[in-house]
């Protein structure tokens, strides 16, 4: 349970949150990055002086695109080098290989305008401790499913058949696929469509591929993590620069930049 405080926490004196209301650390964490971000495009002079700060983590369209413009033009990111993809692919060769699937079901919990995410959050984490935690011969997964799922797939218990990495979102499939986890996962999965609980019923592995023949998909995962890594530092200096008030971006990773 999180303490409610009268004093909101701010980035340079501009709140987070309303009084009263007690966001998780998590959700302080990706409206201060949010926030330090704008004041920033403002700075710059991609953005309006006078663009109004929410204080419930919503922008204006304005400042979401005047930051899309900020990042172009101010946080570098690398180009990797041949060899430096073909040491990523030796050490990562499964999530590079052809024709693997997956048998999945899930439970979604929809990410839509005017949700309350926090909220939302702790009611998937909720339900999926109870999936988790069933005893044996009590599979709860699909009913949960056919009660709580906001996919059309909850009405068969949530089932999605066999998947390979282009038949989901990427964010999504970077999180199942070149591991070998079976079961329910222990954490929920994060996509653009919402929080996903998820459950691993088959794997079906794929056939390893040469690096030439993937090397673009290579050196695309690892500029992905170039520009996260470049991004966390700049956000870093960013918040060295202000004034931060009850939220603590010391080595935190946030929604922005995983």
């Not at 990523?88 to 024709?99: I, K, M, R, S």
């Not at 469509?193 to 459950?199: D, I, K, N, S």
Request: hydrophobic residues 45%; contains cysteine; negative net charge.
């Amino acid at each position: 349970m999180h303490e409610v405080t009268d004093k909101p926490a701010r980035v340079n004196g501009v709140e987070l949150h309303a009084a009263g209301e007690a966001p998780d650390a998590a959700t302080l964490r990706q409206r201060a990055c949010v926030e330090l971000l704008r004041q920033r495009a403002i700075a710059a002079g991609l953005l309006a002086a006078d663009d109004e700060a929410g204080c419930d983590g919503v922008i204006s369209e304005a400042a979401a695109e005047a930051i899309e413009g900020l990042i172009d033009r101010e946080v570098e990111v690398p180009e990797p080098d041949d060899e430096a993809c073909r040491r990523h692919h030796a050490a990562n060769a499964a999530q590079f290989d052809e024709g693997e699937a997956l048998r999945l079901r899930h439970i979604l919990f929809a990410v839509t305008p005017g949700v309350d995410v926090v909220a939302l959050r702790k009611h998937a984490e909720h339900v999926l401790l109870e999936v988790r935690s069933h005893e044996d011969g009590v599979d709860p997964f699909v009913e949960a499913a056919r009660t709580q799922s906001n996919c059309p797939s909850g009405a068969e218990g949530g089932d999605l058949g066999w998947l390979t990495r282009d038949d989901c979102a990427p964010e999504f499939a970077r999180e199942l696929f070149g591991r070998d986890e079976l079961g329910v996962l222990p954490r929920l999965v994060h996509s653009r469509f919402g929080l996903h609980v998820v459950e691993v019923l088959e794997r079906r592995p794929g056939e390893s591929r040469a690096f030439e023949a993937v090397a673009g998909a290579v050196r695309a995962s690892l500029r992905r993590q170039a520009y996260h890594t470049a991004l966390r530092q700049y956000l870093a200096l960013l918040a060295g620069a202000a004034e931060l008030e009850g939220v603590d971006l010391d080595g935190a990773d946030t929604p922005l930049v995983q």
